[in-house]
């Protein structure tokens, strides 16, 4: 069974600069999207950014200008860079991918475990 793995949340102070990764733990035959969303207790989960391809990027407008969303298509791993972190960026982050297996199957959501990214002031 694939799963995505996520790693490098982490505690930074204010201003401070984490990159998130994600990447499926075994074989897949393509990854369509891949999105990255956040929650924090008593909110909805948000979509934070996402990329289709390589070029078609989405950011919310909280963090546009300081997280930056790439892929690296050999590896099918994905990066999310967040610059300048604020308190307000506090959660637990969230990879979500539209991953179809083999070139026979329809592509299906997968979700991460799930990494706390916590931001001091």
């Known amino acids: 069974q694939v799963h995505l793995v996520e790693l490098g949340g982490g505690l930074v102070q204010r201003g401070g600069s984490l990159t998130l990764s994600c990447a499926p733990s075994?074989?897949?035959?393509?990854?369509?999207?891949m999105g990255w969303y956040r929650h924090t207790p008593g909110k909805q989960r948000d979509l934070v950014a996402g990329?289709?391809?390589?070029?078609?990027?989405y950011f919310a407008d909280s963090v546009k200008g300081r997280f930056t969303i790439s892929r690296d298509n050999a590896r099918n791993v994905t990066y999310l860079q967040m610059n300048n972190l604020q308190p307000e960026d506090t959660a637990v982050y969230y990879c979500?991918?539209?991953?179809?297996?083999?070139?026979?199957?329809?592509?299906?959501?997968?979700w991460g475990q799930g990494t706390q990214v916590t931001v001091s002031s």
């Open positions: 979500n991918a539209a991953l179809k297996l083999s070139l026979s199957d329809r592509p299906e959501r997968y």
């Open positions: 075994g074989s897949v035959f393509s990854i369509n999207s």
């Open positions: 990329i289709v391809r390589d070029s078609d990027t």
